[in-house]
Structures are given as structure tokens and as C-alpha cells.
């Protein structure tokens, strides 16, 4: 058993690892891909990759008119809108800027499952909140004469991601009663491969594909691979052992591998104010994710 929970604890903690590192990683297959294109691609490559996963197990009822809106709305939040806003923000921030924001999730979380699932939120997370915003605010007040309007708005845009990834999040606890992961991961990479088709199909009408070198295209399967199926299998195998919300603790990794892949593979500094705004935003995520002594969110 204890083997088992290891095994767990290693495939949350590379779940994560994975999406920070797409997320930092993104920052140069923007500036090679435009960014609707890369969507298409990202979905398509997914898509291929799980197309087996779309096939209706034995068992499932009919989609309810319920679970369609849901699917259409997760993906059109989770896929859709997060891949814009997180391909524009990265290509317009620093992949450690994106990082300490991206860590604002779990904290987000539970301000959206307060608002629209009633559930309970105690101090511990809105200190979690707290921290978030004090991190994301160093950001934006650090160094103004350096960051431009143009990092102002990435970080903003990456924390539109933010948002569209926690409502993903919320709407999933509901989808997850109705259909299982690998099902509902398939659909919702199918729609939001036919929510970006027409953006992507025009700018790959007008795109020079042979100046994309070899390189990019290797990391651009890594991208779409680990985004729309490698991170999803990951978490889902980790939360056969281990609770959601004890889970919750490996979200830290993302932070911490996207700022990691932002210094050490694309060259990026790492000042003493983003040190401080990334210690806040670690803390976040430690409070959201934390259980209280009596096992209860706090």
C-alpha cells in the first residue's frame, strides 16, 4: 500500500511538473506559431493521439441536454479561452512571471466553488487568496520602466487562464458524476478542436510552413501531448489512491517547473522581486491545498 501511494504521489507531482513546463515552454512556440494556429494544432495532435478514448464504454447513459451545455462550457473555458489567453500572455511575460500567477489556481478554485457550489471556505484559503494577490501585485508594480504595457498585459491575460482553468475545474466536479475522465477529456478536446477551427484553418492558409524548424516541431508535439493528454492520465491515475483535496498539495509544482524551465532553458532572470512574489505565491498554494488537524478543508 505504501508503494502504491508513492507511486501516486510521483504521478500527481509529474502531472503538474508537465503543465508547468508547457506553460514556460509555449513562450517560444508562440513567437514561431501564431497563436490560433498553435491552438489548432495542440487540439489536433491530442486529438489523434486519444481518438480511441471517444468511443462510449459499454454502460454510459445518453448525454442529458445538462451535460452537453457542461461539456460545451468546459471546454469552451477550460480548452478554448485558457489556450488563447495563456499562448497570448506567455508570448507578452516571462515564463516565471506566468508561473507565479498560474499558482494563483487553487486559490481561485475555491473562490469559484464558494461562489457557485456553496462549499465552505475557511480562513486557511482565503489567506491563500490573499497571498495570490499580493504576489501577482508585486508583479505588476515591479519594475514598471521594465515590463511595458505589453508584460502588463500578458500577466493579465495569464490570469484570465487562471480563471478559465478554475472553472474548468468546477464545472469538471459536476461532469465527473455523468461520464468518466478519459471520456470527458476526448470531448472536450473535440470541441475545442471545432471552437478554434476557423481561426486556426485562416491563419494556416496564410502561414509559411516551412520556416518552422525542426526543433519547434518536436516541441510542439510535446505541448500537445502533455497538454491534452499525458497531465490529464497522470492526475487521474494519482487520484485512484490519493484524495482530491490532499492532491491538491502537488499543485506547488507548477510554479516551481514553469520558473524553473524559464531560467534554466529559455535564459530568463530571476530578480529578487519575482523571488519574493514566487515565495507568495508557493505559500498560496500550500494554504489552499492544506488540510485542517480534524481532516477538513480549513
Known amino acids: 500500500m505504501k508503494a502504491e501511494r508513492l507511486l501516486a504521489y510521483a504521478c500527481l507531482a509529474l502531472s503538474m511538473s508537465l503543465v508547468g513546463s508547457y506553460v514556460a515552454l509555449s513562450k517560444p512556440l508562440a513567437a514561431a506559431i501564431p497563436v490560433f494556429l498553435l491552438a489548432w494544432l495542440r487540439f489536433g495532435i491530442g486529438g489523434l493521439a486519444m481518438v480511441h478514448w471517444l468511443r462510449k464504454p459499454m454502460g454510459e447513459l445518453p448525454l442529458s441536454p445538462q451535460v452537453r451545455q457542461l461539456l460545451f462550457l468546459e471546454s469552451f473555458l477550460g480548452n478554448f479561452l485558457f489556450s488563447i489567453c495563456m499562448l497570448f500572455g506567455v508570448s507578452m511575460t516571462s515564463a516565471v512571471s506566468a508561473g507565479v500567477i498560474m499558482a494563483a489556481i487553487p486559490a481561485v478554485v475555491a473562490v469559484l466553488s464558494w461562489i457557485f457550489l456553496r462549499e465552505r471556505v475557511g480562513p486557511r484559503v482565503w489567506g491563500a487568496v490573499a497571498c495570490a ?95 491534452s493528454v499525458w497531465t490529464v492520465w497522470l492526475w487521474m491515475t494519482g487520484l485512484k489512491t490519493v484524495p482530491a483535496s490532499q492532491g491538491g ?21 530571476f530578480t529578487a522581486v519575482q523571488a519574493v512574489a514566487f515565495a507568495l505565491a508557493l505559500a498560496g498554494v500550500v494554504l489552499a491545498s492544506a488540510r485542517s488537524p480534524s481532516g477538513s478543508r480549513a
Open 133 to 227: 494577490a499580493a504576489g501577482i501585485g508585486l508583479l505588476a508594480i515591479a519594475k514598471p520602466e521594465a515590463q511595458g504595457t505589453s508584460s502588463l498585459l500578458g500577466n493579465l491575460l495569464v490570469f484570465g487562464a487562471v480563471v478559465c482553468e478554475a472553472s474548468y475545474a468546477v464545472i469538471g466536479k459536476k461532469l465527473t458524476g455523468a461520464l468518466a475522465p478519459r471520456r470527458i477529456t476526448s470531448l472536450i478536446n473535440l470541441w475545442g478542436f471545432a471552437l478554434v477551427t476557423p481561426f486556426g484553418l485562416y491563419q494556416a492558409l496564410h502561414f509559411d510552413f516551412t520556416q518552422v524548424q525542426a526543433p519547434t516541431w518536436v516541441l510542439l508535439l510535446f505541448y500537445s501531448l502533455a497538454a
Open 249 to 269: 498539495v502537488f499543485t506547488v509544482m507548477l510554479p516551481v517547473s514553469a520558473a524553473m524551465v524559464g531560467v534554466v532553458v529559455l535564459g530568463e532572470p
